[in-house]
């Protein structure tokens, strides 16, 4: 039973990790309809951002995440200002196509700039990189990692839903020309998503990496990872990005204790199910699969 | 099948276009004598194949997949353990990876034919990775080693050849083989099918065309060649190991070359082998030295402004300035049903 409630909570704790990993990735594709194949890779840009933060200047991730946001924020609107504006109304297969491009070149760009070694850093101190309740191990990094999930995801509620703002780029993402009929820009709401998104994925980096090894094509594994989620939660929905991403979580772990070989196969065919029997995910909107910017 | 030559399309322009293909493909193994353009050439002609295989389900009939090497790893894999193990001949054994990879065509597509577009290309995407997966976990049940290598004794049986001249131009039968496949589909009422179910699955459906059928049917032909360009790769580079066939680089490749040159159309993709690969290893050697992974920076790059600028491929911004000059004024774009 001990071992059941560890690798439940194990798994809800990587499971929120995932969601916060997943996040970015939805919220674009929820306002833009755009997949972001790159996705994976501005992650480990975060990581790297996260491990180079550590090292040159002693900065620890969690208190440099703001600075890692703010960072990727202009990434991200640079991002869409610089290459995505020019594939918006386009077939989705530009926009494959030009996020895979870009996929490569971030990844050969890290490889470059920091070899394929795999890095990793130490955030807290000796004796205090677990946390113990009675017979149950929690690693300390994966906690604060789901505390940022928590907060984050919470935040990016209440923006969507409570400010002016967010209540624009929910229009946007409802209706595009209803939204642009009532006053609103969608090209201000695109980069603001893309800035938003970038941002959040960012700093999700930051904070894996005391639990995840950063190297060159760390981000092929964290893209799947984000596609599973946001396909299991639900396209387009915040709130379905945490259920899916715990879901993940408990599958993986559970999964992981008793077939280690198989644990990223249960991934994949997990998504593959889920795209064939119910395509918009357990909190999607039905039908969301098919939107495309028209 | 019977009704193939029903309806077929023929071009004043196909007798040249097929006096070329001829002649590159069987011309130039003989002729080139450098080592590194023949190994060029056999590379060139076999990604050119099976670019034009992936096109015949991803751009004539727009099933964007991108899981097409767990076909192509399969090939691989298919002959090479026949052949170490069993003592097969890899001709019957690119057969038989062929008729495997079919079968788990037909797996994948009971799913992944649901659904359009960026959720095809997931799926299979995630098919390719589950296949590599699988493969790299069955080696805990039985004594495979990580890589395996198929020992250099040449001999026409065994498709092992001392010349690289021979490989050339088996890889250039390859490519004839896969663009007259990819021409019947194209200019039958086949190619007029599948275009439609790209252009609008309701319209199609609607229209009475069998959808799911001809998706099948293109897939299945796109796997047989994939794989059957597994093989040979497999049979040149005499070594094979899960990485380096079942990888989502490969799955990329294919539908990047159809698109450089011009989705859908029966030589784009050809064009387009013959652009990406050439231009790959001018970049490795041009900026290999001094910066590892430089060249592949400077790729994706090209890729993203390509992709933009030139969305129809090579073919299509071609097509666009011909028209522009004037010269064949055309109404309109493609017209629907109308081959390319």
Known sequence: MEIFTQLVLSGILLGGVYALAALGLNLIFGVAKVINFAHGEFLMLGMYAGFWLMTLTGVNPYFGAPLIAVGFFAL???????????????????QVFVTLGLSIALQNLALMLWQADYRTIQTMPQGMSSLRLGAIHLPTDRVIAFGFAVVILTAVIVFLRRTFTGRAIEAISQDLMAARLMGIDPQKIFILTFGLGIAITGVAGGVLIPSFYAFPS?????????????????LGSVAGTIVGGVILGIIETIGGYFAPDLKEATHFV???????????????IRGAEKETLK | MSRLPGYFEWKRSDAAWMLLLFACTLGLPLVVANDYYLN?????????????AWNIVGGMAGQFSLGHTAF???GAYTSTLLYNYA???????MV????????????IAFPAFRMRGVFFAMATLAFGETVRILLMASRKYTDMPYGLSINYQPGLARMIFEERSSYALLAGL???????????????????????????????????????????IALLVSAFFTSAGGTLLAQYVLYIEPTSVFSMAFSVDLPLMALLGGIGSIAGPIIGAAIALPLRDVLLETFGQSAPGLHLVLYGVALIVIVILLPNGLIGGARAIRDRLGRRPRQGGVKAGEAR
């Open chain 2, 40 to 52: 060029m050439l056999v590379l060139l002609f076999l990604y050119a194949g099976m670019a034009s």
């Open chain 2, 174 to 216: 390859f490519l004839i083989a896969v663009t007259a496949v990819a021409f019947m589909i194209s200019r039958s009422y086949m190619g007029a099918y599948l275009r439609a179910i790209r252009d609008s699955e309701e319209a199609a459906v609607a229209s009475g065309i069998a959808m799911r059928r001809y998706k099948m």
């Open chain 1, 218 to 234: 760390v981000g092929s594994f964290f893209v799947l990872v984000a596609f599973v989620v946001v396909v299991l939660g639900g």
């Open chain 1, 76 to 94: 991200g609107a640079l991002f869409y200002a610089g290459i995505m504006r020019f594939t918006i109304y386009r077939p989705e297969l530009t």
């Open chain 2, 87 to 93: 003592g097969v001949s890899p001709w019957l054994g």
């Open chain 1, 270 to 284: 997990l998504l593959i199910l889920l795209l064939a029997i119910r395509p918009h995910g357990l909190m999607g």
């Open chain 2, 96 to 107: 038989a990876g062929g008729l495997l990879s079919m079968a788990l065509a037909v797996v």
């Open chain 2, 72 to 74: 192509f790893g399969v």
